[in-house]
């Protein structure tokens, strides 16, 4: 079975979206899961967080960033073109219920999954406000749609080109400091900001959630490459999470792990480059 492309497009520099036809994908995906897809027999799983799934129209659409050679070769796919493999919905479903005030941070390319989960939220009846930032405003992404779904929405640019001059853990910390109550923060985005994040809300004793995304390989637990240290507990992300309580993730030992095959990484995206210019679906 191959699963056809609807629709793809470039959001901002090196951030795409791609919509594809997986009915019953679409069917059973909830916020906060996940997919794993493979452009070709020869090619590597890599595993993408569902920023939005259509039951009528039987489509999943997953946002990535052009970081190597695989998703390098994805932008060289159209409408038409399939896919070898689109496994999912997987991971645990993000815990939406009524609390009372949600905040949701998504930071970079980690607003995507941030959005089906504010609006899910919005939809259990929270008070839902959202924090989007990134490096500058033509990277910021989905600001439309977090608006559409958010009571109240944020923006913060590192170099103050949109909204806050300064990070999305600034607006959090103003809204912790003001007298409204936070009954949950869910942050997603680079590591560092969610360790960043984390280290911002625990002062305040409000629950707050991270989305993890380590090396992940068959997506089902059985390979371990996953693993996490939460609570000095080993969890494995695909299956366990990928959402876990921030008080307790050893954001060091996940970001060393990240870095444990960036050379191999990059021998596979330069070989790529050499033999394709980046420009074709070969392997």
């Known amino acids: 079975m191959s699963y056809n492309i609807l629709e ?19 069917k059973a995906a909830k916020a906060g899961q996940f997919v794993i897809l493979r452009i070709d027999e020869s090619g590597e799983r890599i595993p993408l967080t569902i920023a939005d799934f259509d039951v009528d129209e039987g489509s999943i659409t997953v946002i990535y960033q052009v970081m190597g050679k695989t998703t390098k070769q994805l932008t060289t796919l159209k409408i038409g073109d399939t896919l070898q493999d689109f496994v999912g919905p997987l991971g645990t479903p993000s815990d939406i219920r009524k609390l009372g005030t949600v905040v949701m941070v998504g930071g970079g390319v980690g607003v995507a999954p941030v959005y089906p989960q504010a609006r899910a939220y919005r939809g259990a009846g929270n008070h839902v406000i959202s924090i989007i930032g990134a490096r500058n405003e033509e990277m910021l992404i989905l600001e ?58 625990a002062p305040y004793g409000v629950e707050t959630l ?20 939460v609570g000095g507990e080993t969890k494995f992300a695909c299956v366990d999470g990928p959402e876990f309580d921030a008080s307790g993730v050893d954001f060091d030992l996940m970001m060393s792990r990240l870095s444990l095959y960036r050379p191999q990484e990059k021998e596979a995206l330069e070989s790529y480059n050499k033999k394709c210019g980046g420009d074709c679906k070969c392997h």
């Open 144 to 201: 439309d749609e977090m608006a559409e779904v958010s009571d109240e929405l944020y923006v913060a640019t590192d170099d103050g080109s949109k909204g806050h001059h300064g990070f999305v853990t600034d607006i959090v910390k103003d809204i912790l400091d003001s007298d409204q109550q936070v009954d949950r923060i869910v942050i997603i985005g680079p590591p560092i900001m969610m360790k960043v994040g984390a280290g911002v809300t």
């Open 210 to 229: 991270v989305s993890l995304n380590p090396i992940m390989i068959d997506g089902t637990g059985m390979c371990g490459g996953c693993r996490v240290s």
């Open 8 to 26: 793809t497009r470039n959001l901002v520099p090196d951030v795409n979206l791609m919509k594809v036809e997986a009915p019953d994908i679409a």
